[in-house]
Protein backbone atom coordinates (compact mmCIF):
# COMPACT_ATOMS: atom_id res chain seq x y z
CA UNK A 1 0.00 0.00 0.00
CA UNK A 2 2.79 2.15 0.77
CA UNK A 3 4.12 2.21 -2.75
CA UNK A 4 0.49 3.22 -4.02
CA UNK A 5 0.55 6.26 -1.65
CA UNK A 6 4.13 7.34 -2.78
CA UNK A 7 2.79 6.71 -7.05
CA UNK A 8 -0.39 9.09 -6.34
CA UNK A 9 2.24 11.66 -5.22
CA UNK A 10 4.42 11.77 -8.48
CA UNK A 11 7.05 14.38 -8.90
CA UNK A 12 6.27 17.59 -10.72
CA UNK A 13 8.95 19.74 -11.67
CA UNK A 14 7.94 23.16 -12.77
CA UNK A 15 9.88 26.23 -15.08
CA UNK A 16 11.26 28.12 -11.96
CA UNK A 17 13.46 25.29 -10.64
CA UNK A 18 10.77 24.39 -7.84
CA UNK A 19 9.40 20.58 -7.77
CA UNK A 20 6.80 19.29 -5.55
CA UNK A 21 6.77 15.75 -4.63
CA UNK A 22 5.71 13.95 -2.19
CA UNK A 23 7.51 14.58 1.26
CA UNK A 24 9.50 12.05 3.19
CA UNK A 25 11.00 11.68 6.76
CA UNK A 26 14.09 13.21 5.49
CA UNK A 27 11.49 16.49 4.96
CA UNK A 28 10.65 16.55 8.48
CA UNK A 29 12.94 19.26 10.09
CA UNK A 30 12.36 21.53 6.81
CA UNK A 31 8.67 21.03 6.96
CA UNK A 32 8.51 21.80 10.78
CA UNK A 33 10.70 24.41 10.69
CA UNK A 34 8.62 26.36 7.16
CA UNK A 35 5.24 25.75 9.21
CA UNK A 36 6.56 27.64 12.53
CA UNK A 37 8.12 30.63 10.31
CA UNK A 38 4.81 30.66 8.69
CA UNK A 39 1.97 30.84 11.35
CA UNK A 40 1.94 32.59 14.38
CA UNK A 41 -0.35 29.85 15.79
CA UNK A 42 -2.60 26.67 15.49
CA UNK A 43 0.87 25.02 14.43
CA UNK A 44 0.95 21.37 13.35
CA UNK A 45 3.62 19.89 15.59
CA UNK A 46 6.87 17.92 14.80
CA UNK A 47 5.04 14.67 16.46
CA UNK A 48 2.10 15.16 14.14
CA UNK A 49 4.16 15.93 10.65
CA UNK A 50 5.80 12.82 11.48
CA UNK A 51 2.68 10.98 12.02
CA UNK A 52 1.01 12.04 8.63
CA UNK A 53 4.68 11.64 6.92
CA UNK A 54 3.83 7.73 7.66
CA UNK A 55 0.11 7.66 7.28
CA UNK A 56 -1.89 6.28 4.67
CA UNK A 57 -4.32 8.93 5.48
CA UNK A 58 -2.70 12.00 4.61
CA UNK A 59 -0.82 13.37 1.89
CA UNK A 60 2.15 15.45 2.75
CA UNK A 61 3.79 17.73 -0.65
CA UNK A 62 6.79 19.59 -0.34
CA UNK A 63 8.23 21.87 -2.91
CA UNK A 64 11.89 22.67 -2.85
CA UNK A 65 13.91 25.00 -4.82
CA UNK A 66 17.69 23.91 -4.93
CA UNK A 67 18.11 22.29 -1.53
CA UNK A 68 15.98 24.42 0.45
CA UNK A 69 12.06 23.54 1.08
CA UNK A 70 10.25 26.27 -0.09
CA UNK A 71 6.71 25.05 0.64
CA UNK A 72 4.78 22.13 2.20
CA UNK A 73 1.02 21.08 2.15
CA UNK A 74 -0.90 18.45 3.68
CA UNK A 75 -4.10 17.19 2.44
CA UNK A 76 -5.99 14.40 4.68
CA UNK A 77 -8.16 11.66 3.12
CA UNK A 78 -10.51 9.88 5.94
CA UNK A 79 -11.86 6.80 4.57
CA UNK A 80 -15.04 6.53 2.75
CA UNK A 81 -15.34 10.38 2.50
CA UNK A 82 -15.98 11.69 -0.72
CA UNK A 83 -13.38 14.58 -0.02
CA UNK A 84 -10.08 15.63 1.20
CA UNK A 85 -9.50 18.30 3.47
CA UNK A 86 -6.58 20.73 3.03
CA UNK A 87 -5.29 21.53 6.08
CA UNK A 88 -2.32 23.02 6.09
CA UNK A 89 -0.52 25.06 3.08
CA UNK A 90 2.49 26.78 3.90
CA UNK A 91 5.34 28.85 1.55
CA UNK A 92 8.36 30.31 2.59
CA UNK A 93 8.11 34.08 3.14
CA UNK A 94 10.41 34.87 0.43
CA UNK A 95 9.02 33.08 -1.94
CA UNK A 96 5.84 33.51 -1.93
CA UNK A 97 3.96 35.00 -5.11
CA UNK A 98 5.84 32.81 -7.78
CA UNK A 99 3.00 30.28 -7.72
CA UNK A 100 4.78 27.86 -5.37
CA UNK A 101 1.36 27.39 -3.32
CA UNK A 102 -0.42 27.27 -6.77
CA UNK A 103 2.05 24.18 -7.76
CA UNK A 104 1.33 22.61 -4.46
CA UNK A 105 -2.38 22.97 -4.62
CA UNK A 106 -2.28 21.77 -8.35
CA UNK A 107 -0.55 18.72 -7.19
CA UNK A 108 -2.77 17.71 -4.10
CA UNK A 109 -6.05 18.14 -6.67
CA UNK A 110 -4.34 15.13 -8.76
CA UNK A 111 -3.53 13.08 -6.11
CA UNK A 112 -7.10 13.30 -4.49
CA UNK A 113 -8.30 12.75 -8.33
CA UNK A 114 -6.58 9.48 -8.16
CA UNK A 115 -7.80 8.23 -4.85
CA UNK A 116 -11.06 8.66 -6.22
CA UNK A 117 -12.03 11.77 -3.90
CA UNK A 118 -14.42 14.01 -5.57
CA UNK A 119 -13.94 17.35 -3.64
CA UNK A 120 -11.55 19.49 -2.18
CA UNK A 121 -12.61 21.62 1.26
CA UNK A 122 -10.71 24.14 3.43
CA UNK A 123 -10.52 26.80 5.81
CA UNK A 124 -8.73 30.04 5.53
CA UNK A 125 -8.57 32.86 7.77
CA UNK A 126 -10.42 35.57 7.26
CA UNK A 127 -7.93 37.90 7.36
CA UNK A 128 -6.09 36.18 4.37
CA UNK A 129 -7.07 37.88 1.57
CA UNK A 130 -3.67 36.39 -0.46
CA UNK A 131 -5.08 33.28 0.26
CA UNK A 132 -8.30 33.65 -0.28
CA UNK A 133 -7.61 35.02 -4.13
CA UNK A 134 -5.81 32.05 -4.31
CA UNK A 135 -8.28 29.62 -3.74
CA UNK A 136 -10.96 31.25 -5.02
CA UNK A 137 -8.56 32.61 -8.66
CA UNK A 138 -8.33 28.13 -8.95
CA UNK A 139 -11.64 27.08 -8.55
CA UNK A 140 -12.74 27.10 -5.42
CA UNK A 141 -15.94 28.36 -3.71
CA UNK A 142 -17.30 29.94 -0.25
CA UNK A 143 -19.55 27.49 1.32
CA UNK A 144 -19.59 29.23 4.83
CA UNK A 145 -17.63 30.38 7.78
CA UNK A 146 -16.71 29.38 11.11
CA UNK A 147 -16.66 32.05 14.33
CA UNK A 148 -13.53 32.09 16.47
CA UNK A 149 -12.18 28.90 14.60
CA UNK A 150 -8.28 29.30 15.17
CA UNK A 151 -6.56 29.55 18.41
CA UNK A 152 -6.44 33.60 18.20
CA UNK A 153 -10.39 33.78 18.17
CA UNK A 154 -10.16 34.52 14.67
CA UNK A 155 -12.97 33.61 12.49
CA UNK A 156 -12.22 31.09 9.27
CA UNK A 157 -13.95 31.18 5.66
CA UNK A 158 -14.85 27.20 4.40
CA UNK A 159 -14.00 26.98 0.76
CA UNK A 160 -14.89 23.71 -1.50
CA UNK A 161 -14.26 22.62 -5.05
CA UNK A 162 -15.38 19.89 -7.05
CA UNK A 163 -12.91 17.81 -8.20
CA UNK A 164 -15.55 16.07 -11.07
Excluded at 13 to 42: C, Y
Aim: include cysteine; hydrophobic fraction near 40%; aromatic fraction near 6%.
Amino acid sequence: MRAAVSSIFASDAGPAGVHVRRATANDLDAIVALEDAAFQGDRISRRQWRHHLESLGAGVLRAIHGRRVVGALLLLFRRGARSGRLYSLAVASGQRGRGIGERLLRAAERAARRRGVGAVTLEVRCDNGAAQRLYERLGYQRCGMRAAYYEDGADALRYRKSLG
